[in-house]
């Protein structure tokens, strides 16, 4: 990959609409901020090279060498990326968990890696005043506090950076899909830099098909009442097509229509819905909402993940083919109409100017090749 | 010196100090000024000899003002002395309009110090045009001693046509030194009396208003003429040059010295005169006709905007009969450049040119070259805040406040050091800077178009001297119109750009007898604007108050950002904080940092030492304010308190 400055962040992705806010140039230079879910960019920094650039989730992408980073293969055209199983999951009784969205997997596998030690502190997102904001947590019982959907626009890799500038060396990350490609392109040491260790020790990757403007949407829960006593924000899965808010003592229904017009235009660009380079990716099993799917990517992934359902932290089924299919429907649509749109823009691929994804020219078109574009 | 009593002696002076000289030695008792350059020394010198010379000396709160109070003096019997920089003559002009009409008593002059050239200002005004404008005599003096003596003239020719008179000196006369003879002082302290019982139609002794109109119009154009008569004999227009020369320069103030040294160094002074006017509105007409009788080539010399070749074209039209034909060389026909500074360059090329004198100053491909070089091979010394000014540190955080907003928020900006924010300096903070108080005025409109889509957060600043100047009538605006802005007010305690002059925010007059002083805070909140304080020096809780007041807040707010400028009185040499850089930490040019400090924040007490590719502090100048310790992204840069 080609690793430029913060003149082609600016330019290419903040002021072209493209950025997602996912933190990841946040709080490794004094140059770039993060306010109310926005990335914005104080004064100018004339470096031709920065870490900015080379851990940007919409800069110069190169999926095959990522791929071989994290998965010493070549990216993959599955509608899953490189996985090694599939199951159902949901938190055990041993997780000691008292409240939770869906199925707890997540918080439950967080605080099983934390307490066996395979991870330090881990980076979560917090509700603060409305926004997401990232939060480092060091002892297990502040991993449940920091549960729950957020579906605004966080910059969660922020505190990712701050983790490692404070010296942790085993850091648990769960991340939505931009933010997990944005880590994803940290552990390669893009950069070079000398006696570099791959400081995350478990990263799990959320399903996300699209995230929230932060700024308009907390003016909307703004308007229903104190944003500091929402006690749920859900969106049950098809045919519902509505978010549900529950605050105080009244609860909201939103169409989903509604929802949807306060989608940034850069969600839009985006080809990945089960974060394809994490550890395990975790999501909602559309029309079971006592469980959720659990994608296990990598043999470290595999390892926690079987240890947890040993220990009664997690409970695990086998899923069968038929009952993924909708994801996996819904996860190559995603990645053909992201990439299309890339596309279209010349921002996959480009020559003579930075494209934001780089892909082998065959798996591109095996992509656009492969699945329907239904559901 | 200024009291020296060995009349007939010879001093250095600096041109205001001429003029201060000339005041004292007129008598006058009243003057009054708002601080501007060039003009500050003439009150600042005043001032300092106020207690001995029984002289009331004050810095008003702005030109009108202060054009006020010395009419006051004039109007109780005394002399009186008005100063302030050329665009103050704009701020005074109305007060001026109807002053002119009323008439004086006590002799009154107006000192206007002119900038061409703007090197002290944002505009390059001219105030001879407002001598015209109002019907009042004006007088230029061509050097130092002029200076004096004309000021003293001028006096006299007040209290001899009962009108104010204008004297309008330029930054090379006020700021430049030369021998000045001195005359004898007038010590004699006058008794001040109102007197205002007589007739309605008495301009000595009845109330002085300017009803009826037209009667006063009629009188005062009938003093104007009696100044013309005097004119005609003044010793301050003169003739230097053959009888009958080839060419014909009219001159007057400081282009009359670039023109004389111009014919000595093309050696035509035997081809061209130079006829020197002191005495520039009225024209004297009978002097005018004679010399332009005798030449057919007239070349017109004069700083900014072409004053005196108007009026002399004008009156050559009358006279066309027994002057004949001419042909002119000025700023209309481009033979001298209409805009900036004059100088002697300027007026050999325009003599070479017209006398066909061959002449090569600097060759070209030289001149161009220096110009290469200097601008490529020379350091970058852009104009900047001085070392631990609090001004860097507000911006720093008005600026990144603005940025976290997120929604193209700017900053109006506003009349004193702080206007180079339009600069690196301040980070290019600034987008709008115009006059004294309008960046508030500005900002009170801006803050009302909501309604047609503006949405971007409207700020203005404004340092604690112009806000008493003229920012308060702006805000009163902004607060009575619901307008939705923020003014920050850069309170550092004082008319720092100019000299340290007081204003009504500081408990001491010009000559630093104490006074009561006027709290900016209860104004504003009087006002009616929500209004914050901050000291900019805590750059954290600085930037987040400007962030909240702007997402938060709606209506005219204020927020004053308080703390001393870093050459005042109080905190001049006395450093807070000793200031180092860890060198181990210092990241210089890495990606993490990229010379934060020297490259950005750019205090001048930060260097950046290429050799080892770490920022050090210069020790002679850190002012040891310790923000850049707070502005390190690494923590390398390091404060302990100083122990008093």
Not at chain 1, 205 to 234: P, Y
Not at chain 2, 387 to 392: I, L, M, S, W
Not at chain 2, 419 to 442: D, N, Q, R
Request: glycine share 8%; charged share 20%.
């Amino acid at each position: 990959m080609q690793v430029k400055g913060s003149k082609e962040i600016r330019a290419g992705v903040l002021d072209s609409g493209l950025c997602t806010g996912c933190g990841a140039c946040v709080s490794l230079c004094p140059y770039y901020a993060t306010h109310k879910g926005k990335t914005v960019m104080h004064f100018s920094c004339t470096r031709d090279e920065g870490r900015c650039h080379a851990h940007c989730p919409r800069a110069e992408v190169n999926l095959d060498m990522l791929s071989s980073v994290i998965f010493g293969e070549e990216y993959s055209a599955e509608p899953f990326g490189s996985y090694i199983s599939i199951y159902t999951a949901r938190a055990g009784d041993k997780a000691g968990l008292s409240s939770f969205q869906t199925a707890g997997t997540v918080s439950a596998l967080m605080k099983f890696s934390m307490e066996k030690g395979y991870i330090d502190s881990a980076v979560l997102t917090k509700n603060d005043n409305g926004f997401g904001v990232p939060v480092i947590v060091n002892d297990p019982s502040g991993i449940e506090k920091a549960s729950g959907s957020r579906y605004s626009v966080s910059p969660s890799v922020k505190g990712v950076n701050e983790a490692i500038n404070s010296g942790r060396k085993k850091i648990g990350t769960v991340s939505t899909p931009c933010q997990t490609l944005a880590i994803a392109q940290m552990r390669g040491n893009p950069v070079k830099q000398e006696n570099f260790i791959d400081p995350i020790a478990l990263s799990v990757g959320l399903f996300c098909t699209w995230a929230l403007r932060a700024s308009d949407f907390t003016d909307l829960l703004k308007s229903m009442g104190d944003v500091s006593t929402i006690r749920k924000l859900d969106i049950p899965p098809p045919p519902s097509s509505v978010m549900e808010i529950e605050t105080g003592n009244k609860s909201y229904i939103i169409p989903l229509e509604e929802i949807r017009k306060l989608v940034p235009e850069a969600c839009s660009y985006c080809h990945d819905m089960t974060a394809e380079f994490a550890d395990i990716s975790v999501g909602v099993f559309e029309g079971r909402n006592k469980q959720n799917i659990a994608i296990i990517r990598t043999e470290r992934g595999r390892k926690i993940f079987d240890e947890a359902v040993n220990a009664g932290y997690l409970i695990r089924e086998e899923i069968s083919s038929k009952d993924i299919a909708p994801l996996a429907a819904a996860s190559i649509n995603k990645k053909k109409k992201g990439l299309a749109k890339l596309a279209d823009a010349e921002l996959v691929n480009s020559e003579g100017k930075d494209a934001v994804i780089r892909i082998k020219k065959s798996t591109l078109e095996s992509i656009f090749k492969g699945g329907a574009l239904c559901c | 010196m200024l009291l020296s009593k060995s009349e007939g002696k010879e001093f250095l002076l600096m041109g205001n100090q001429a003029i201060a000289r000339g005041a004292l030695e007129a008598g006058v008792s009243v003057a009054a000024g708002y601080p501007g350059t060039p003009s500050s020394e003439i009150i600042e010198n005043l001032a300092a000899v106020a207690p001995d010379a029984d002289l009331y000396v004050e810095w008003s709160v702005n030109e009108k003002v202060s054009l006020e109070v010395a009419a006051a003096g004039s109007f109780a019997g005394l002399r009186s002395l008005c100063v302030m920089k050329q665009n103050g003559v704009n701020v005074a002009s109305d007060f001026l309009l109807h002053l002119v009409l009323s008439g004086t008593r006590g002799g009154m002059v107006l000192i206007p110090c002119d900038d061409p050239g703007a090197i002290s200002s944002v505009n390059e005004g001219e105030s001879r045009y407002f001598a015209r404008l109002m019907e009042i005599p004006l007088l230029e003096p061509g050097d130092f001693q002029e200076a004096k003596d004309m000021t003293k003239w001028a006096f006299e020719l007040s209290e001899e046509i009962s009108n104010v008179v204008m004297l309008r000196s330029v930054t090379r006369l006020s700021h430049a030194s030369g021998n000045v003879k001195l005359g004898e002082l007038n010590r004699a302290k006058p008794s001040a009396k109102f007197n205002f019982s007589g007739n309605l139609l008495d301009a000595k002794t009845g109330p002085v208003i300017t009803a009826p109109v037209p009667f006063r119009h009629t009188q005062q154009q009938a003093k104007l003429k009696k100044a013309i008569d005097l004119f005609e004999r003044s010793p301050f227009n003169r003739y230097e040059g053959p009888e009958n020369p080839e060419l014909l320069i009219i001159t007057s103030s400081a282009c009359y010295l670039y023109s004389r040294e111009a014919l000595r160094v093309l050696d035509a002074e035997k081809r061209a005169g130079i006829l020197k006017l002191g005495t520039t509105w009225p024209l004297p007409p009978e002097l005018l006709k004679k010399h332009l009788a005798a030449a057919d080539k007239i070349l017109i010399v004069e700083e900014v905007l072409p004053f005196l070749e108007e009026n002399i074209k004008i009156l050559a039209m009358e006279n066309i009969d027994s002057i004949g034909k001419i042909k002119f060389f000025g700023k209309n026909n481009g033979t001298i450049p209409s805009v900036n500074e004059m100088n002697p360059d300027h007026v050999i090329k325009a003599v070479s040119s017209i006398l066909n004198i061959p002449y090569t100053g600097m060759p070209e491909e030289y001149e161009k070259s220096g110009q290469i070089l200097s601008f490529t091979k020379s350091p970058n010394r852009e104009l900047t805040f001085c070392p631990g000014c609090p001004h860097r540190a507000s911006y720093w955080s008005i600026n990144r406040a603005l940025t976290l907003n997120g929604k193209n928020g700017f900053v109006c900006g506003d009349i004193g050091c702080y206007t180079m924010a339009i600069l690196p300096a301040g980070f290019g903070t600034i987008k709008t800077a115009h006059s004294m108080g309008s960046g508030t005025g500005v900002a009170s409109g801006f803050g009302k178009l909501k309604s047609f889509g503006l949405n971007q957060p409207v700020v203005s600043v404004c340092g604690d001297s112009t806000f008493f100047h003229a920012g308060m009538p702006a805000l009163v605006n902004a607060v009575h119109n619901g307008s939705d802005m923020l003014l920050v007010i850069l309170d550092n305690s004082g008319t720092a750009m100019t000299g340290f002059q007081p204003h009504p925010g500081i408990p001491s007059d010009a000559a630093g007898n104490k006074l009561p002083s006027v709290d900016i805070e209860s104004v504003c909140r009087s006002i009616g604007a929500k209004t914050f304080t901050t000291d900019p020096f805590n750059i954290s809780e600085t930037e987040k108050k400007v962030l909240d007041i702007i997402e938060n807040e709606t209506g005219a707010r204020v927020l004053i950002m308080r703390q001393g400028c870093a050459l005042s009185p109080e905190k001049k040499g006395k450093k807070k904080y000793n200031v180092s850089v860890d060198s181990n930490i210092c990241k210089g040019t890495d990606c993490g940092c990229n010379r934060l400090c020297t490259r950005v924040f750019r205090c001048p007490g930060l260097v950046w030492n290429s050799s080892t590719g770490k920022a050090v502090i210069d020790e002679i100048i850190c002012a040891g304010c310790g923000v850049c310790a707070d502005i390190c992204p690494s923590g390398a840069i390091k404060r302990s308190e100083v122990m008093s």
